[in-house]
């Protein structure tokens, strides 16, 4: 049986390239730039479904697909999948558990020191004709405090690094690994005590039911005042009304966010009027992209539009896996599944 394999979302000409000269004697390949919601008359047919983070793989999609088995996300995460639903329709899912701990870790510090020395304002101030270094003191991070919060392979590589930077750290994991604990020479505590005490807080759990706001407006009174907040894994995990309150009350004195909460609602305007998912339109939701938006617009806060795993090495690890992925399918063999 010869298999139909649709790629959405995807845009790189040499990724697409190289993905069909991997699968061409194996599949039928087609490529598109969209999300899966606005081309499902396209992919109809296909067997094989490989998306990535902006692509929502909801139930109405899945039930859209009929000859849909596997699926297969370019990326760590898989909020964005309907896992259960999924399972239960007897699809296969599978994912990239390891692609760029490294590069996720190098712009986890790219935008820690970007906090740290004020490059956001110093890049303003010099580009509007001002070169005086008032106002831009920052801050060592050798002998400061870092909360890693989630040590899988990204959060130990950070880990690694602070090290490197002469800083104490704090760990917060559900399942805690003691002997990289003990190796790299890090403390494992509970999120409270991490928050009290981290001069530093940095992001790096997956986004499900658990960990949905695991910054809210509950806790934030427990942060260290003038603590940084970190987050380059998901949006979700932090209450975005919690963020802009902690900012106000100056308990965080800066914030470095790859994601933001529901950051699929900030696209391009061409693409928003071509979305046909009515809950981008809702109240609820239009509030939080305002929210978003002002707090962009502030100079104690650093983005990067969702691009810290966005490395040419990093993406030839995805695509690599992502075909391991696809051929193990095909071999009746599905590897990296996610639950």
Not at 14 to 24: D, Q, R, T
Not at 26 to 37: C, S
Not at 236 to 253: E, F, N
Request: contains cysteine; neutral net charge; charged residues 25%.
């Amino acid at each position: 049986m010869q298999h139909l394999i649709s790629f959405v979302d995807i845009e790189e000409p040499w990724e697409v390239a190289y993905l069909k000269n991997s699968l061409k004697q194996t599949a039928e390949i087609l490529h598109f730039k969209e999300t899966a919601d606005l081309i499902l008359d396209k992919i109809k047919a296909a067997s094989i479904v490989s998306t990535f983070i902006n692509s929502k793989i909801s139930k109405e999609i899945i039930d859209a697909l009929p000859n849909l088995k596997f699926i297969t996300t370019r990326s760590t995460g898989f909020d964005h999948i309907d896992i259960a639903y999924a399972r239960q329709k007897d699809i296969c899912v599978a994912n990239v558990p390891t692609y760029g701990e490294n590069t996720v870790a190098e712009h986890t510090f790219a935008l820690i020191l970007s906090i740290a020395r004020n490059l956001k304002k110093a890049h303003f101030k010099s580009s509007c004709g001002d070169f005086s270094i008032k106002d831009l003191i920052g801050f060592d991070l050798k002998g400061k405090t870092i909360g890693v919060v989630g040590t899988g392979h990204i959060g130990l590589r950070v880990i690694k690094m602070a090290v490197g930077f002469s800083m104490q750290v704090l760990a917060f994991d559900p399942m805690p690994k003691e002997f990289f604990a003990e190796v790299l020479g890090f403390s494992y505590v509970d999120l409270q005590t991490l928050l009290k005490k981290s001069d530093i807080i940095s992001l790096h759990a997956p986004h499900n039911q658990h960990t949905h706001h695991l910054i809210n407006l509950d806790n934030i009174d427990l942060i260290k005042k003038g603590a940084v907040l970190i987050n380059t894994a998901r949006g979700g995990l932090v209450d975005t009304q919690a963020l802009i309150q902690a900012l106000d009350k100056k308990i965080l004195s800066g914030a470095g966010l790859d994601v933001l909460e529901d950051e699929d609602v900030i696209l391009e305007e061409k693409q928003l009027l071509m979305r046909r998912k009515k809950d981008l339109y809702q109240p609820e939701k239009l509030q939080l992209a305002l929210k978003n938006c002002f707090l962009l617009q502030r100079e104690n806060v650093v983005f990067t539009p969702h691009m810290a795993f966005y490395s040419k090495e990093a993406l030839q690890r995805i695509l690599d896996t992502t075909i391991d992925n696809i051929h193990g399918f095909l071999n009746s063999v599905c590897l990296n599944i996610v639950n």
